[in-house]
């Protein structure tokens, strides 16, 4: 408070007036000061006053932001005297997990794993560890949430690879004391045969089981066998004269059908 007093010429005392000096209103600003990308906060103004003029341009007590920034309030008391504070609001990074994948162990299936260091993981299968299991095609989506709470997503497309499969082709039937050629499937990457050679063909001479071991891009392989006997050898009958005079023709034929003579 203070006091005035009024004082005329020659030292009387008129008057007095007495005046109330109202301080300025000192607001303070209340929020969450960090902010996750996408997310919003709310900002208040305590104690209450009459008025509220924000930089955004809201007017209320309290306002929500969804962004970083700097933001202002002047306040208003009920004497009309105002007051300013200031909030600043940052940005909190966002958490980035990578899928990464185990090696293919060739059993038709995936391990995915996002990565340590976050506090929660949810898989779009509903599984919440750091890694899963992979068994079937398609994209594969995983949210981790880091210590503040902010999110992060990241997707990873998996395709499992068909098994390999090889098949041998070649004449499962050959005559005794002669050779033949084997084939193996094309395309793969190795080939190991039974009876040695590395190629996709393998000369036999003579029966038995053979068998190859084939290896795809992956380390993934597959196995053939293939039985080869032997034909029985052809045995002909010859039928005719078995005596002739001399310069009188005759004719001797072989029963059987075969398919040349010599």
Known sequence: FFFFFLFAQGGCTLGSIDLNVIAAPEPSITCVNQLCEGGSTTL???PSFDTYAWSTGDNSQSIDVSGPGTYTVTVTNS???????????????????????????????????????????????????????AIADGP?????????????????????PPPPSVSISGDNQICANSSSILSATPGFVTYIWSIGGGGTTVTINGPGTYSVTATDALGCTDVASFDVTTLPAPTPTISGPQAICAADPDTVSVHENFNAYS
């Open 140 to 160: 594969y989506t995983v949210t981790v949430t880091s210590a503040n709470s902010c999110s992060g997503t990241a997707t990873f497309n998996v395709t499992i």
């Open 44 to 46: 208040s103004v305590t």
């Open 79 to 133: 004497a009309g005297c105002t007051g300013t504070a200031v909030q600043a609001v940052t940005p909190l990074p966002a958490p980035t997990p990578t899928i990464t994948v185990a090696p293919y162990q060739c059993n038709g299936e995936f391990n995915l794993d996002a990565g340590g260091g976050f506090s929660s993981y949810t898989w779009s299968t509903g599984e919440s560890s750091q890694t899963i299991t």
